[in-house]
């Protein structure tokens, strides 16, 4: 008896509606590599500016280091005075929520689609990720769709998550465990 296999040419993803015609995502693609997916040091004002006129909500004091990467920013939102790190990459494919005074380290990557390994045809998966107020993901970090880094949680180096955090934990390794708690220290 034969196991069933995957079958590629029967992926089909028209469901899939991106959010703006064609020509406002091949404008974006346009902007997006001459504005942020450069090592040119435009400043942070001009590239929220950009990505503010094609439909994200970008808050105030927001930075916005050098080659980062967003695929619809019609499908982002980012809170007052976060950080998101060189080349950190925004896979906006569902929507993608940043709270404030967050930090996206270099190299970060927020995935919001996957594919369902299970269907012969890889069928296409999108689902929101949400980095809530004071969180960091740090260097390399990767958040997977559905993924929610809660209010100061921490997402170590290289670790990888996977679903739901709990505010003010820190959260190491693949897959991401909760491995303590996060204190932080009062100012006075």
């Given at each position: 008896?034969?196991?069933p296999?995957t079958?590629?040419?029967?992926f ?9 015609s064609?020509g406002v995502?091949l ?17 942070s ?34 809170g ?32 919001t ?15 929101e ?10 260097v ?6 559905g993924?929610?880094l ?35 220290d009062?100012?006075g």
């Amino acid at each position: 008896m034969s196991r069933p296999v995957t079958n590629l040419s029967a992926f089909d993803n028209a469901w899939y509606d991106p959010g703006r015609s064609l020509g406002v995502r091949l404008a974006w693609m346009a902007v997006n590599r001459v504005f942020l997916q450069t090592w040119m040091p435009w400043p942070s004002t001009v590239k929220a500016g950009l990505l503010r006129r094609f439909g994200a909500r970008i808050g105030n004091g927001v930075v916005l280091k050098n080659h980062i990467n967003v695929k619809y920013p019609w499908k982002l939102t980012i809170g007052n005075d976060s950080w998101i790190g060189e080349g950190a990459w925004i896979d906006s494919l569902a929507n993608v929520t940043i709270g404030s005074n967050a930090c996206l380290s270099q190299g970060c990557m927020i995935e919001t689609g996957n594919h369902d390994w299970s269907k012969p045809a890889f069928d296409l998966i999108v689902r929101e990720v949400v980095v809530e107020d004071g969180a960091w993901a740090a260097v390399k970090s990767v958040l997977l769709p559905g993924s929610r880094l809660a209010s100061h949680a921490i997402l170590g180096a290289g670790s990888v998550l996977s679903g739901d955090t709990e505010p003010y934990g820190i959260y190491v390794g693949v897959p991401a465990r909760k491995v303590k708690e996060r204190s932080i220290d009062s100012v006075g």
